[in-house]
């Protein structure tokens, strides 16, 4: 890649064409290496991905049970079967039709009640990871108002997996998978972003024109923990993949395109 010590930023026209772009990152992740450290995400961006990875798997053209994963975050207060956990949305999304052996797909757990077996949690948290060798490739969506994981503005850049409160726009763009807002958890066990900066490679991905402003303001505004995903101007290996809607406030728009048809002539083996 040109530039590997960069943020590549990848413009596709819709989010089909991000989810299969996607689809190709992680699976060739894994097909070169079986046994890669996943790390994943939930929420509306990702599905079509996970989609898109079920169907590759279900052909036969990527296996994933030796991988193993870890998300980003989860709920406190849910027990892991609750139909709005994160264990249920990546069981039903991806680990079980993707095959993936899920004794080795870990989540932070959310149901522990007091604050010291929430404070032990996170540190087992931090210590599974560790233990893992890291994160090889780790998925990223990002919040409207710039957070990444449960990261809410103002988070430490250098902060680990810990018990974050939500803010309200979180818990009511959230509050549609449940039945009403009040049933939203207000607290979520969350990898830092310093835990999440360790990741060899990041790939976020941002569709929709609900997320161009936390999009421009994470690209080309300053490092700040008010936005927590400039963070990743920091990180030396990420590609961030947007659709058409979530780009349209880049100032430097047209410059990443030709970086781009620069970058698929260099990977086709053509001349510049
Ligand atoms: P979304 O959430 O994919 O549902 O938009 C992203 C996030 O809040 O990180």
Redesign the pocket.
């Known amino acids: 890649m040109i530039g590997d010590k960069v943020m590549r930023i990848v413009i596709l026209e819709n989010a089909d064409q991000v989810a299969t772009a996607a689809a190709d990152v992680i699976a060739s992740t894994v097909q070169r290496h079986p046994e890669a450290v996943l790390g994943l995400?939930t929420?509306?961006?990702?599905l079509g991905t996970y989609q898109k990875l079920v169907e590759r798997a279900k052909r036969g053209e990527v296996a994933f049970d030796r991988v193993t994963t870890f998300n980003l975050d989860e709920y406190v207060g849910l027990p892991a079967d609750h139909p709005q956990s994160y264990c249920t949305f990546m069981r039903r999304h991806l680990f079980e039709p993707g095959g993936f052996a899920l004794e080795r797909c870990y989540l932070p757990n959310g149901s522990v009640t007091t604050w010291q077996d929430l404070e032990e949690e996170c540190r087992r948290y931090e210590t599974l990871i560790q233990r893992a060798g890291g994160i090889d490739l780790q998925l990223?969506?990002?919040?409207a108002d710039g957070?990444?994981?449960f990261n809410e503005p103002g988070s430490s850049l250098a902060s680990r997996t810990r018990v974050k409160a939500l803010t309200e726009q979180?818990r009511r763009?959230n509050a549609r998978f449940f039945s009403c807002i009040d049933e939203v958890p207000r607290l979520a066990i969350t990898m830092g972003i310093g835990t999440i900066l360790e990741a060899r490679r990041i790939l976020l991905l941002a569709t929709g024109e609900q997320?161009a402003e936390a999009v421009r303001a994470f690209v080309e505004g300053p490092v700040s923990a008010q936005v927590p995903a400039s963070a990743l101007q920091l990180h030396a290996a990420t590609v961030v993949m947007l659709d058409a809607p979530a780009a349209t406030l880049l100032a430097r728009k047209e410059y990443y395109l030709s970086m781009e048809r620069i970058q698929q002539r260099l990977e086709a083996g053509l001349p510049l």
């Not at 990223?140 to 919040?143: F, K, P, R």
């Open positions: 995400a929420g509306g961006t990702p990223l969506g990002i919040g957070h990444i994981a979180t763009d997320k």
